[in-house]
């Protein structure tokens, strides 16, 4: 069983940037590859980006390449998500996501979700 808890959402303009972390409690967080999902009100929960186990390799949306950058640090068990140049359009609830052993952007395929953390751009 892997606790995952979000932080870092807020409020903040048009072109500002927020760093989000998902804290891992549990088993052994560096086990797991580790994505991050967010929807929007009236829209389905869709992929940003996700990271393998140890970090080795990261996967974007078009959305947000460029733009935003996934890692973790395995001796903190958490991983994190710096968001740079935010648009109105990134506004949803983010979430993190671990996989025992799968890496991917399917979301019903990750094994263990956090609550979320919500993200609102302001234009």
């Known amino acids: 069983q892997v606790q995952l808890v979000e932080s870092g959402g807020g409020l903040v303009q048009a072109g500002g940037s927020l760093r989000l972390s998902c804290a891992a409690s549990?088993?052994?967080?560096?086990?797991?590859?580790m994505g991050w999902f967010r929807q929007a009100p009236g829209k389905e929960r869709e992929f940003v980006a996700r990271?393998?186990?140890?970090?080795?390799?990261?996967y974007y949306a078009d959305s947000v390449k460029g733009r935003f950058t996934i890692s973790r640090d395995n001796a903190k068990n958490t991983g994190y998500l710096q968001m740079n140049s935010l648009k109105p359009e990134d506004t949803a609830v983010y979430y993190c996501?671990?996989?025992?052993?799968?890496?991917?952007?399917?979301?019903?395929?990750?094994?263990?979700w956090g609550q979320g953390t919500q993200v609102t751009v302001s234009s």
């Open positions: 996501a671990a996989s025992r052993a799968y890496i991917g952007h399917t979301s019903a395929r990750y094994d263990y």
């Open positions: 549990g088993r052994t967080f560096s086990s797991y590859a």
């Open positions: 990271i393998s186990w140890n970090g080795g390799s990261t």
